[in-house]
């Protein structure tokens, strides 16, 4: 894929890895707008990173979901890409922990990494499919393959983008329609979601500079680096992975 004439939608790119990402696809020459709820963030976001344009997006709200590709395809003046990147994290334990609470946390969690993922894809297909190719690119998480016990919920959506993305694939080859479809599976890296919880975290910088070599080399699976290790783990012993995972 040619970075280079890329119009790129970016969602929660105001910091962490969205952000890493928003920056390296600039370098290359490409458009982006990057979307997310505060907007003190975005604006930090936007100082920081010539060229980055923004838009002021909460991806709970189903209209402004459906209205989000219009709205940055009207900014970039067209739509090539889009990258599924935001997503939040609950560290509870369903053992302890309030049903109203546990609830109120897994429906938040649910609509921000897997229905408006969802959503967005089915939104921005008519605005994708105005140019010959164009690409989804979902960002999910090693823990897509095995989950961690303090964030089952987070690991369960994970997981649902994983299998979507590979389904959503099928589909759009079947259709021959020239979107192709690309899941990022990264490891633990270093950004807000992950504060106080960082050791061997890798930078959301070298996420995304392997993210840009995957994505020139046409790769339908990222795996960033140990999900790599991970990856082989699972294949030769699920069993193995799932206890290092468990604590992770
Ligand atoms: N960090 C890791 O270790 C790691 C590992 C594997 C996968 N991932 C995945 O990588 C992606 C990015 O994670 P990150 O670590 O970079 O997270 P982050 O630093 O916490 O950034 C999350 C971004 O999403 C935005 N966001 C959150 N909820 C939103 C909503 N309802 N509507 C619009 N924007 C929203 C945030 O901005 P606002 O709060 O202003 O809305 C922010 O821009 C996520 O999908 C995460 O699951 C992360």
Redesign the pocket.
Known sequence: MNLSQQKILI??????????LASAFLQTGARVV?????EQ??QAAAASTPGLLTLS????DMQAVQALPERASDMLGGLTMLV??????NNLSFADTAAPIAVAGAV?EI???LT?LIALCAWALPVLSRSESSAIVN?????AFTPKADAVV?CAT?AAVHNFSQGLRYQMEDANNGVSVTE???????????AGRQDG?IS?DQVASEVLEGLKRDQQEIRVGKVKLLAALMRLSPSLAAKILRNS
């Open positions: 969602t929660g790119g105001s910091g962490g890895i969205g952000l890493a990057i979307c997310a709820r505060n963030k975005l997006c909460d991806l709970a599924n990147n935001a997503g939040m994290q938040a609509q921000t990494n408006s960002v999910s998480s090693g823990l987070y994970k990022v599976m990264p490891p633990l890296v270093a950004t807000e979601m992950t975290a959301a």
